[in-house]
């Protein structure tokens, strides 16, 4: 072969090489999320979410954990499809109303917010559920954690799920296998489970999710043996046998608003709050050695869950010409 076709074909492999790590495709079942999605469509999109979740962030912490919560609690129903924005109304029956979400899920107005601001910029271009993934990834750096790229054009549910909703996301007194089935029926398998239980090193709990860990059924006041007991005393002083269900307790009380790695030390010092945490150390030893590893390494923890989130991200979503782009994320526009 002459050196000029040699070098001809050279060129051509290292510049498939080259260009193909940029796409950053993510297969799906209906076509392919990726990154550059929008960049001739709605260039800027990525820069207004940005800077409605920072102002939002800035002005609440909390509202990092309760973005990112949202596309946890969206792409557990129907896959990442921004079914739970949608209100009661015209024929819908609102995933806001199910056990999981009900008094709890919030951050609706700062969607809201961005999906405005995207509809001056690039009408009916920008997806609600997309919106989901990236203020979650934006809430998480705002709090100190990783960040990752995350593939786009998912598009948006002219349904939701009220039995998905009271069925599918896991509840904070379920036993780590129902919770372990619960990731597994998703797709995602234990080191996504503790990964991204992770995201619980940020926000808040209501005294009525761990109640139960505090009193048990004959009412002498111990705690669940699994709780660190000074822990627990601490705990009943805001939430009492009977009222304040609605108390907030941080999920992390060492570093409440900072996403580190506390959340796993916590853990195997006994003081994870919910139920739902506190099983990943005693009830399965793969998770537990998980647990050992993401409280030694924070670096391992947070590379591990912008995978993990890039893949929950990637949950049955909407593509091609399925589901619609909404003008408003509460409600259908066709």
Known sequence: MAKSAIFNLF???TSLVSVAPLCLCHSTNGGYLYPQFYDRSCPQALQIVKSIVAKA????????????????????????DASLLLDSGGGITSEKN??????????????????????????????????LAIAARDSTVLAGGPSWVVPLGRRDSRGASLSGSNNNIPA?????????????LQGLNIVDLVALSGSHTIGN??????????????GNGKADMSLEQSYAGQLRTRCPQSGGDQNLFF?????????DNSYFKNLLSFKGLLSSDQVLVTKNEESLELVKRYAESKELFFDQFAKSM?????????????????????KMSS
């Not at 969607?111 to 559920?129: F, G, H, N, Q, R």
């Not at 999920?251 to 996403?259: A, Q």
Request: net charge positive; with cysteine; glycine share 4%.
């Open 98 to 131: 199910s056990v999981p979400n009900r008094k709890s899920v919030r951050g609706f107005d700062v969607i809201d917010e961005i999906k405005s601001a995207l509809e001056k910029a690039c009408p009916e271009t920008v997806s609600c559920a997309d919106i």
């Open 172 to 184: 904070p007194n379920n036993t780590f296998q129902t919770i372990l089935t619960k990731f597994k």
């Open 310 to 330: 890039v893949k929950m991200g990637n949950i049955s979503p909407l593509t091609g010409r399925r589901g619609e782009i909404r003008t408003y994320c509460r």
């Open 11 to 13: 060129f051509f492999i």
């Open 57 to 80: 962030v800035a002005k609440e912490p909390r509202m990092a954990a309760s973005l990112l919560r949202l596309h946890f609690h969206d792409c557990f129903v129907k896959g990442c």
């Open 251 to 259: 999920l992390d009380f060492v570093s409440p608003t900072s996403f």
């Open 205 to 218: 709990a209501r005294c009525t999710s761990f109640r139960q860990r505090l009193y048990n059924q004959t």
